[in-house]
């Protein structure tokens, strides 16, 4: 994996020839300097970082037999600042299964301008959106029901959080639950979290950090970037630095693993 970057003096290499892999049901700490590519490394891998190249693979297969979106899906790039649209907290977590309706909705016969017809009343081009897209919520609604989101938020811990609640009232802490919640319902393989628990309390950290190990511990493979001391929750720490990345196990020993080329 490389990753090659725009500067005034011309394209810089962030990092050239990084590789690793990570175990089902592991997690993976990356930490390093300000700067050194973290977040680069995980948006690469992620296929969401356009100054990266390299080869992905997942459980065996090559990410180029995956559509980007598929990809996506399997690979979740999670950001440190919650992105939670919706009226409620409800509509938020199923905004992931709205969009996917949403991408497999086909506009109905007769083309996409002109008038349709809903119950002998003339309706617009906007009207039969605004139609589709509630269609749409109420498919959503039927494939992720409130009783599933409620049945899961408790399961992680998160009793505290009312579904009807408005997602802007939420504090820091209950919104960045909220958001880890809404990407592990849609089951990645792997989650990718940049900073989640940057600018919570050690209480809500540790609350996070806990979703996290519940997730690993249902097989998912989880690299957080973080900058608090470690919580013990990580079987490896990967350090990225001058473009290499150092590995160490759980008790800070060297694994012998440098510069990326670690094998799992
Ligand atoms: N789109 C871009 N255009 C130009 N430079 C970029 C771009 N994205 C990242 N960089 C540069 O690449 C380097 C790595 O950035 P990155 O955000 O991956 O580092 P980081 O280790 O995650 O940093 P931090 O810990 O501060 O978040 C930085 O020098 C950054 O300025």
């Given at each position: 994996m490389s990753c090659t970057v725009p500067s005034p003096d011309g394209d810089r290499t962030v990092f050239s020839g990084l590789s690793f892999a990570i175990g089902r049901g592991e997690i993976v700490d990356l930490v390093g300097p300000s700067g050194s590519g973290k977040s680069s490394l995980l948006t690469a891998f992620a296929r969401l970082n356009p100054h990266a190249s390299g080869s992905f693979a997942l459980a065996g297969r090559d990410?180029?037999?995956?559509t980007p979106q598929r990809w996506r899906r399997e690979v979740a790039y999670l950001p440190q600042k919650p992105i939670l649209p919706g009226d409620t907290v409800a509509d938020a977590i199923r905004l992931p299964f709205t969009l996917a309706v949403r991408a497999d909705s086909?506009?109905?016969?007769?083309?996409?301008d002109g008038d349709a017809r809903d119950g002998g009343r003339r309706i617009g081009l906007v009207g039969r959106f605004a139609r589709l897209f509630r269609d749409d919520a109420a498919h959503a609604r039927g494939m992720l029901p409130d009783a599933r989101i409620r049945e899961t938020l408790d399961a992680m811990?998160?009793?505290?959080?009312?579904?009807?609640?408005?997602?802007?009232?939420?504090s820091g802490g209950q919104a960045a639950r909220v958001s880890l919640a809404r990407t592990l319902l849609t089951e990645p393989k792997v989650l990718l979290a940049?900073?989640?628990?940057?600018?919570?309390?050690d209480e809500n950290a540790a609350k996070v950090a806990s979703i996290m190990a519940y997730a690993a511990g249902r097989g998912m493979a989880i690299v957080r970037i973080r900058?608090?001391?470690?919580?013990?929750?990580?079987s490896r720490v990967a350090t990225l630095a001058d473009g290499a990345l150092t590995w160490t196990d759980a008790t800070g020993s060297a694994t012998g693993a440098t510069n990326g080329r670690e094998t799992a």
């Open positions: 990410a180029g037999s995956f086909t506009v109905p016969a007769g083309g996409g811990g998160c009793g505290d959080i009312d579904l009807t609640r408005r997602p802007h009232d939420l940049d900073e989640v628990d940057a600018g919570l309390d900058h608090r001391p470690p919580d013990g929750r990580a």
